[in-house]
């Protein structure tokens, strides 16, 4: 068993979309893109600012499983969100499948689709990633 363990840097909320319509503009505009773990919706506005949405519903499990699901996509979003380029909000979906499946093998899936969606540059174009050099 785990120890607690704190959340130190969480998503903060200005990088977070929360109103139900905005959700709804995601879906309604349909530029979607389907992984193994997730399903990934952008929604693009002059509103958009480049934040994240996040939804499980009950077919992903109980109230604890499905925030565990989410939790571990607002992280992954949290320490990539740098890389994702345009000014569109994103809007990720979690998938049954989302629970038994390793982070990283999360993250590599979250990666190729980001970037068969043509949303994310690689660690070699990020200018904060290489500016350490």
């Given amino acids: 068993m785990q120890p607690h363990i704190k959340r130190r840097y969480p998503l903060p909320a200005r990088l977070r979309v929360k109103r139900a319509s905005l959700f709804q503009e995601a879906y309604a505009q349909g530029q979607k893109t389907v992984g193994r773990y997730a399903v990934l919706w952008i929604r693009s506005g002059?509103?958009?600012?480049?934040?994240?949405?996040?939804?499980?519903?009950k077919r992903v499990?109980?109230?604890v499983a499905r925030s565990r699901g989410k939790r571990r996509l607002r992280e992954w979003f949290r320490l990539n969100h740098h890389r994702i380029s345009g000014g569109e909000d994103v809007v990720l979906v979690a998938r049954y499948s989302i629970l038994k499946v390793s982070q990283d093998e999360l993250n590599a899936d979250l990666e190729t689709m980001f970037s068969r969606a043509g949303r994310l540059q690689s660690l070699m174009e990020c200018p904060?990633?290489?500016e350490a050099d």
């Fill in 46 to 57: 002059e509103d958009a600012c480049g934040r994240l949405g996040v939804v499980a519903s």
């Fill in 61 to 63: 499990g109980n109230s």
């Fill in 128 to 130: 904060k990633c290489t």
